[in-house]
C-alpha cells in the first residue's frame, strides 16, 4: 500500500487541481496493484496499528474516496505535506518523521539537507554536463568583500529557505561602491547603494538572522524583453529506481526583477513536450532544442548524485540557469518541488512516477543493518 501524507482529504472542497492530482496517484496505484491511502500526519500518529484516512477505489470509471481505517505493515509512505500543510500539522508532522525512522517505514523524499550541505556534495567531482556557481559558505561581511573584488556580481543567499526570499543580488559599481537589491528581504524590498563598511554591517545583520553563502552571479539568457529566463527541471524516479525527466519549465522573472521564481511574481511556460509555444520561446532565447536536452542530462547528473547520498530520494526539482555564453549551472534543487507550475499532462507523469517509485521502495527497501 501507498500511503500518501498530506494535510487533509484528497477531495477537498474548491480544490480541483488537488483533486485531479490524488486521483491520478491512485489510478496509477491501481496500476501498480498498490492500493492508495491518503491521510494526515495527525491520522498516522495515533497508538493503533490502523490509521485512519481515505483509500482509493475505481467505481464504474469515477473515483470514490471511502473513508476507512487500514494497517501500515508493508506500506511505503509518500510525503505529500506542502508549505501549507506543513503549517497546519507543524508538531504531528515531526512526530511523523520520528515514528518513520522508528519503525524504519520506507518513504520518500527524505527532507534534503540545508543548500550548503548539498552543494558541498554536488562538488566532490565536476559535473559532466555543466557546473555549479563557484560558491562560498557561512560567509562573513568580509569574506562578501573578498569575493567582489574577484567576481563584480554576486549572490547573498541562506542556507534554508525558498522562493527567492532573503536574498540579495549585489553588485560591485567601482572599487568601494555596492548596489544592494533584494526583492523580499525579510519582508522588505531593497535597492541601496552601499560603501564597503555599510555592506559589511549589511551582511553582519543577515548572518543574525541566518546562515549565509555567497555565489557567483550567473548572468541569465533574458527574453527580448529583458526578462530573465531559467529552467526547472522536475525529475523523478519510477518502478525502475532511474530517474527520469518528468517536465521542464521555463521560468520568467518578473521585468526588472533578478528573481525567476513562480512565487516572486514570475511566470512559467512548459516546455516538456515539442509544440509552437516551445519553440517560440527557444527562438526568442535563441537556444537550440539540444539545449534543453542537455540541462536534462544536467539535472538527472545532479539527481544520480544527490542519490548516492539519500537512496531514497525520489523527486526533485533542479534550476538550471543558462548564461549568455551557453554554459549550463545548476544553482538550486528542491526536495520538494512544486507542483502548481506543472500542466495537468506533467502532473499525471509525476504522479505516475510516485506510484512506480512507491513499488520500487516497496520491493528494494532495506532497513539499515546496524
Ligand atoms: N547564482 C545565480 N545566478 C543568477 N541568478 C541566481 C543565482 N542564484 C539564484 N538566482 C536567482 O534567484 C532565484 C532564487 O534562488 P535559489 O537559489 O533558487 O533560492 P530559492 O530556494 O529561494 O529558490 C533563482 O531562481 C534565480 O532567479
Ligand atoms: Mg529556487
Known amino acids: 500500500m501507498l500511503i500518501a501524507v498530506t494535510g487533509g482529504p484528497p477531495d477537498m472542497a474548491g480544490r480541483l487541481r488537488r483533486k485531479f492530482t490524488f486521483e491520478q496517484l491512485g489510478k496509477y496505484c491501481e496500476q501498480y496493484e498498490l492500493g492508495l491511502l491518503v491521510t ?63 519503525f524504519k517505514t520506507p518513504y520518500f523524499n ?51 529557505g525558498s522562493g527567492g526570499r532573503n536574498m540579495a543580488f549585489i553588485e560591485r559599481l567601482s572599487p568601494r561602491r555596492y548596489r544592494v537589491a533584494a526583492d523580499r528581504f525579510f519582508g522588505k524590498r531593497v535597492r541601496q547603494e552601499m560603501d564597503s563598511i555599510e555592506l559589511r554591517a549589511f551582511v553582519h545583520a543577515a548572518r543574525k538572522q541566518r546562515n549565509y553563502m555567497a555565489q557567483e552571479h550567473v548572468s541569465l539568457l533574458k527574453t527580448p524583453e529583458g526578462r530573465k529566463v531559467d529552467f526547472r527541471y522536475t525529475v523523478q524516479r519510477a518502478e525502475t529506481g532511474k530517474w527520469d525527466v518528468v517536465a521542464v519549465t521555463g521560468r520568467f522573472g518578473a521585468l526588472g526583477s533578478e528573481l525567476t521564481n513562480f ?16 519553440k517560440a520561446v527557444l527562438e526568442s532565447l535563441q537556444l537550440p532544442e539540444s539545449s534543453l536536452f542537455h540541462a536534462g542530462n544536467l539535472a538527472l547528473t545532479v539527481a544520480q548524485r544527490l542519490e548516492q547520498v539519500h537512496p531514497t530520494l525520489g523527486v526533485l526539482g533542479i534550476d538550471v540557469g543558462i548564461a549568455q555564453d551557453k554554459t549550463q549551472y545548476v544553482y538550486d534543487c528542491n526536495g520538494r518541488p512544486g507542483r502548481d507550475i506543472l500542466t495537468n499532462a506533467e502532473v ?12 520500487f521502495l516497496l520491493l528494494h527497501h532495506r532497513a539499515p543493518v546496524f
Open 40 to 102: 494526515t500526519p495527525a491520522y498516522y500518529n495515533t497508538p493503533t496499528s490502523r490509521i485512519a484516512g481515505w483509500q482509493y477505489k475505481a467505481q464504474q470509471g469515477k473515483s470514490v474516496w471511502q473513508k476507512t481505517k487500514v494497517r501500515t505493515e508493508n506500506a511505503v509512505v509518500y510525503d505529500a505535506m506542502y508549505l501549507e500543510d506543513l503549517k497546519t500539522y507543524k508538531r504531528a508532522y515531526k512526530q511523523l518523521r520520528r515514528n518513520l525512522e522508528r
Open 110 to 160: 527524505p527532507v534534503l539537507p540545508a543548500k550548503d550541505a548539498v552543494y558541498r556534495v554536488l562538488e566532490q567531482a565536476p559535473l559532466r554536463y555543466g557546473r555549479l556557481p563557484a560558491t562560498l559558505y557561512n560567509v562573513t561581511g568580509a569574506d562578501v568583500l573578498r569575493m567582489l573584488q574577484e567576481s563584480p556580481r554576486i549572490w547573498l543567499k541562506p542556507t534554508f
Open 263 to 278: 512565487h516572486a511574481g514570475g511566470e512559467v511556460k512548459s516546455l516538456t513536450f515539442e509544440s509552437e509555444e516551445r
Open 348 to 359: 499525471d507523469a509525476a504522479m505516475k512516477s510516485v506510484a512506480g517509485f512507491g513499488k
